[in-house]
């Protein structure tokens, strides 16, 4: 665990800025079913390899962001601002290939 | 080196004498200078241990520096006024009481102590005695000493474009590159002056001065000396852990992160196997060369070689140069044994006693590629090349130099180096070496190339055709794993 993230806002940062925030999953509509808030709330994909997460910039601008990060490799290969990008979220399990 | 004036000679403490040190030298090397040939007494049959490595490589060195246990002496520089002490030995280090346990050696094969003591109570009452008899070292009473005399430790980051880890010719030349190239450069080297084997070996493919002087006008390479990098992590972070070397200094963390990193760490030599080769008296051809060419010091005045081929011949004249008289050169098919109780008195071969106070190894080389391992890189017998190569680095590392070990053409070639090992027999003609190097600028640029290991011809391959070919009854381990 020494890799780097490039916060948009602070730049090239070392992991242990960071607080770790999950994958980053599509939140169900209000009044969907329980079986997708079920999804939502525990199952995880668990990605091996690329997968978009939340980080938390603690030690720095103290902002969420979302960083694209290869779980082999520990490779960062984007961080941006929520929204401020055309990365797709995470699909929850269930809906797409899971 | 070894040519210091009087007057900048400082002495340090060993127990109770004081031990007159030149400028550069080792803790070892001055002990050794002094007369003292047994450094440290084994783990658990308490033999008698001299220098062997000379580079940190084996445990047979370890001292208390300072009130810090278990400092490897031959590679820490000697500091004046600096207090050495011997561990693991009553009452002293020539005359250790507890080595009258080898005596019972056949009696307490490995872990015989917790098979023999196992009714309840006795392994309570023993365990302590079993502790200080058997053990490395005391830990200092508290930490707060050891703190009183390091007041300082420091944590130091460093950001670098190339960091090259070793100074030897293929790291120098390689940092050379790099810095032409516009890049800020770290190079880290775990001696104090730069050259790796070129500063005690003489080379005829490299000028080193006028190397070391072209790293010295680069105004973005930066150089750590006596710096040893013990890590390589993901994100291209290297650990290096600077030790305190003299009194303005502290000792020192630091984190180099780079941008790409050029691992330069060169080959280590191994021990070859034969009965005693744990005597004091037994050394590697490195530690001669280094003891020689850096110190001025002659380990022994009469040798014995074992090995073969054009490193032997080239050791032998080195040692005759440096006053040493050649007994012999054996191949290790040849030999027996080391003689002697303590130290050598000499080597017996299968047909006759050669009477030695030194017997230099020509031990294998192996690629020091601990920080490749760190990446999770193994080494792989590469057949076409006859050469152990660095599988899959991680983006950005590189490596380069003899820890990529690309020497002999063919296994048959390998065959050969080896048998040259045991036989003694004429070295086939060198190979010349493909260069794949990141930087193909070398050549242009009028560097010397990257120093053929001519000399070092003696390849490892798959391990067990040394020890399928290797003399029987080498029972004793120069490691006591117990």
Known sequence: MSFLITCPECGERSVYEFRFGGEVLRRPQPGAPTEDWFRYSYVRRNEMGVQAEWWYHRLGCRRWLQALRDTKTNHVVRAYFPGESEEKENEPLGHGKG | ?482
């Open chain 2, 1 to 482: 080196m070894g040519t210091a004036k009087a007057d900048e000679n400082f002495s340090f403490i060993f127990n109770t004498r004081a031990i007159r040190a030149r400028p550069g030298d080792t803790i070892a090397a001055a002990m050794f200078r002094s007369g003292i040939r047994i450094f440290t007494r084994s783990f658990k049959n308490h033999r008698p241990r001299g220098l062997f490595c000379m580079t940190g490589k084996c445990p047979n060195c370890l001292m208390n520096v300072d009130g810090v246990p278990n400092v490897r002496v031959c590679t820490a520089q000697a500091r004046p006024g600096m207090e050495v002490k011997y561990q693991n030995a009553f009452p002293s280090l020539d005359f250790d009481l507890l080595a009258a346990v080898q005596k019972f050696s056949w009696l307490m094969p490995v872990g015989w102590y917790y098979k023999t003591f196992t009714r309840r109570g006795v392994w309570t009452a023993v365990e302590p005695w079993i502790r200080k008899a058997a053990g490395l070292a005391e830990p200092p009473p508290t930490i707060d000493r050891i703190a009183d005399r390091f007041p300082h430790y420091e944590h130091v980051n460093v950001h670098a474009g190339v960091a090259v880890v070793g100074g030897g010719p293929a790291g120098l030349s390689t940092a050379l590159d790099a810095a032409a190239d516009n890049a800020s450069v770290t190079l880290i080297d775990n001696q104090p002056a730069l050259g790796g084997r070129l500063r005690y070996t003489p080379s005829e493919e490299a000028n080193l001065p006028e190397l070391v002087g072209r790293i010295q006008a680069q105004d973005n390479i930066e150089v750590l000396s006596l710096s040893n990098c013990f890590g390589l992590y993901e994100g291209n972070l290297l650990g290096v852990f600077r030790p305190r070397t003299t009194p303005d200094t502290t000792e020192q963390l630091i984190h180099v992160r780079a941008k790409r990193v050029i691992v330069a760490t060169g080959v280590y030599e191994a021990p070859l196997l034969f009965e005693n080769n744990d005597l004091v008296g037994v050394m590697l051809s490195s530690a001669v060369e280094r003891l020689i060419g850096l110190h001025g010091i002659a380990p022994g005045r009469r040798a014995a070689l074992i090995g073969g081929g054009a490193t032997a011949e080239r050791l032998a004249s080195r040692l005759r140069e440096a006053g040493i008289e050649v007994a012999a050169t054996v191949p290790l098919g040849q030999v027996v044994g080391a003689t002697g109780s303590g130290s050598v008195n000499g080597l017996q071969t299968k047909d006759s006693r050669i009477a030695c106070d030194l017997i230099v190894v020509c031990g294998h080389l192996v690629p020091d590629a601990g920080l490749l391992h760190q990446t999770g890189a193994k080494l792989k017998w590469d057949e076409a090349k006859g050469a152990f190569l660095a599988g899959e680095l991680p983006a950005n590392v590189t490596a380069v130099g003899d820890v990529e070990q690309r020497q002999p053409k063919s296994r048959q070639h390998h065959g050969q180096r080896l048998r040259d090992l045991y036989s003694g027999g004429c070295r086939p003609a060198g190979v010349s070496r493909e260069s794949r190097s990141p930087h193909s600028r070398r050549r242009e640029s009028g560097l010397p190339r990257r120093t053929r290991r001519e000399s070092r011809q003696v390849r490892l391959g798959p391990q067990d055709d040394v020890f399928r070919n290797g003399p029987g009854g080498a029972r004793q381990n120069r490691l006591e794993r117990d």
